[in-house]
């Protein structure tokens, strides 16, 4: 049964100029449970955030339900929902020090002070800010910042934590330390949290299972390995990483396995959920780490049209058949870059490819 339940969730705003309607978020079902970890992960403007909203209660819907523990809650303001919200912009009062922000809400609730004491020193110490108590907001650094919004919404000891983009402000190195604290005290915790952003490794970083939007409806539901192995749709491949998409015509169905002829020669493909018929079009997911650039004998030749050191891999476009393709090389034994225009062989890993009909195709 699940804990957190949203049920042909609909949110319509009135257009700009009050012309038409816009609907921003159309017929969510999700169904999460007690302790999980889910991200809502989409480009701007595809509904994550409203969807947040509404189950924080700062938006109502148009259409549908939100079902907490077994009760309806579309009614209910923010403030009795048993909801913790951790926003973009930490919201940290100035003029509090760290523990009177953390404290704040259970002042609020009129907790005996010993016991506000000790919740307090507890959060504190598994948000790692024991010490810095008296230090005001901003003599802080904006990952203790973070820690602090963080800690205030966890010391309420909600049923949901939500996190809007909460890591968006931080820099680079910062918000992958971010990343390893919060699902580190998510998981001490085991508390249920609903996090917002449009950053494909925090989500795949963070997440027991992401839900990827697109204008206002969910595009596929999975752990972060299904959406990005097995992408049900073209936006969710193009989105999640980075896809060379390959056409090919259906040769043979075979078993568990599908024959496609792409790129001008035939490969033996996982046939995995997808029923697929002889003569049918359909595009290969194909990701640059799943190609092998070689020397000599291969499956395709091809030519190289650009190569960029990255440090840690090298990056390929390589024309193969008039298509270009990306590829990565990830072996540090590699000394030697492929130079432009070089003839280089290439394999594809036949069983980490991807098959999705081609739009419009029956």
């Not at 070689?294 to 193969?320: F, H, M, T």
Request: glycine share 8%; charged share 25%.
């Amino acid at each position: 049964m699940s804990y957190l339940k949203l049920e042909n969730l609909t949110k319509e705003f009135v257009g700009r100029g009050g012309e038409g309607i816009v609907r921003a978020v159309d017929n969510v079902n999700i169904d999460i449970q007690e302790g999980e970890f889910l991200t809502l992960l989409g480009p701007s403007g595809c509904g994550k955030t409203t969807t947040l909203r509404l189950i924080a209660g700062f938006e109502f819907p148009t259409a549908g339900k939100i079902v907490l523990d077994g009760e309806v809650i579309n009614e209910q303001p923010p403030n009795q929902r048993d909801m913790a919200m951790v926003f973009q912009s930490y919201a940290i009062f100035p003029h509090l020090n760290v523990f009177e922000n953390i404290a704040y809400g259970l002042k609020i609730r009129r907790l005996p002070a010993q016991e506000i004491k000790e919740k307090v020193r507890r959060v504190l110490e598994l948000t790692e800010l024991t010490g810095l108590e008296n230090r005001a907001p901003n003599a802080l650094s904006g990952g203790q910042q973070q820690r602090v919004a963080l800690a205030r919404a966890l010391v309420m000891e909600p049923k949901v934590l939500l996190m809007d983009e909460p890591l968006s402000n931080l820099d680079a190195k910062l918000r992958e330390l971010m990343r390893t604290e919060i699902r580190r005290i998510q998981q001490s915790l085991g508390i249920t949290s609903v996090y917002v952003t449009h950053d494909q490794v925090e989500a795949m970083t963070l997440s027991d299972r992401i839900v990827v939007m697109n204008q206002g409806r969910i595009e596929q539901v999975g752990s972060p390995q299904e959406i990005y192995r097995h992408p049900q749709t073209e936006f969710v491949a193009d989105f999640i990483g980075r896809t060379n998409f390959v056409p090919g015509v259906v040769k043979a169905v075979e078993g568990q396995n599908v024959v496609v002829e792409a790129l001008g020669r035939p490969l033996t493909i996982p046939l995995a959920e997808r029923m697929l018929r002889e003569g049918q079009h359909v595009k290969l997911v194909v990701r640059p780490e799943t190609i092998q650039v070689v020397k000599g004998d291969a499956q395709y030749q091809g030519i190289i049209r650009w190569a960029s050191y990255l440090g840690n891999v090298v990056e390929y476009e390589i024309e193969v058949a008039g298509q270009v393709l990306i590829a990565v090389d990830y072996d540090p034994r590699h000394t030697v870059i492929h130079s432009l225009e070089a003839q280089v062989g290439l394999n594809l890993l036949e069983d980490c490819l991807y098959l999705l009909p081609e739009n419009g195709a029956d």
